[in-house]
């Protein structure tokens, strides 16, 4: 029998997460590419509730200049 494909659990339900806080920048920087684009749910596992509060928050905090909006190749 194959293994089980394994299940990603959303890193804000295993840690029972209401509401995503736009000031924490440091956990808004893991969910964001090299060139600081929201990163899709397919690669970071976070379910679409989430997904859908992290993507206001990042947008809220990038017009609060918390993180950056784009990365600048010299
Ligand atoms: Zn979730």
New binding site residues.
Partial sequence: MPPKPKKFI?T??RND?KHIDYKDSKLLSRFVTYYRSIQSRFHTG??L??QKQLASAIKRARNMALIAAVRYEK
């Fill in positions: 959303c804000f339900c997460v976070v379910c509730k989430h």
